[in-house]
């Protein structure tokens, strides 16, 4: 049996674990807010000298982070919460649970195996890439926690600096990592939700899918779930997915080419007895 929460953790404890540097964080972050508004407003008034200023963003960026400073536990919970409720809309609880059970406990019940049943070649693959999946939401469920963590503790000193434009760039990296980092569970719960389907059709329909695609496939989703950060972090940032997928693609071809060139290299008609010796040709031939 999995325990309960397994693959969801409660994040809404981080506000009252880490309460205490949070407090010290805000002062810190009321004061930077404070200098860098002088400095913001003292900026603005020497490009009014050029003409250039710009007091309109100036106003808009005081009211978002006054804003954000105001209401930055409830901010942090409806983004971190939020994508735990979506994570969980699209694979429940429940649900993952009893995929877990039929392909752990039922498989072997099945009589559809051939002769070596549940050690069939099929069945092995499946229950290694949910061996494999298992371990690695783990890892990523406690990085989740811990990074979600020092965004909480450490947010409001990089919203203060970002009133003043030259230093904004704090704040949007603030924003970016707290929505990259929460998003992990829903590109989580996308991916098992896929392979799960996957998994059982090829378990209890072995007719119809060789063992070839589903190795390859079982592949794939074991790098596809170690690069989860990156894929969150690729929609964050506004990137495209077609990059990730062509270093995916190479990163599999690769691992496939080094297996090939390993196998044809320790073939016997390759070894280096079997080649002939330098200088050797025809013994007919004159030079």
Known sequence: ???QGFLFTNTLQIPDLFSGPLAITSRLGFVLYSLMLIAAILHENLQAFRGKSDYL???IRVLAVTALLVIYDRFFTW????MDLLSKSVLPE???KQVIGAVFQDIGAKSDFGVLKFLSIITTLNFVTYAVAL????VLTWLRFVFLSLLYVMGPVL???GVYKATADGLLFWLRSLVAVSSWTVVL???MKVISTMNLTAVYSPGEVNSASVLAANLLFIILFISVPLISNQITRGGSLSGLGTAVVGLGTAFAAKFVTRSVTHHPHHS??????????NPGYKP
């Open 1 to 3: 049996m999995l325990p």
């Open 57 to 59: 963003g100036l106003f």
């Open 79 to 82: 983004i971190v919460y939020g």
């Open 94 to 96: 429940n649900e993952f």
């Open 135 to 138: 371990a690695l939401l783990g």
């Open 159 to 161: 919203i203060g600096f």
């Open 189 to 191: 719960s996308i991916l």
């Open 272 to 281: 280096p007895q079997a080649m002939p010796t330098k200088g050797a040709g």
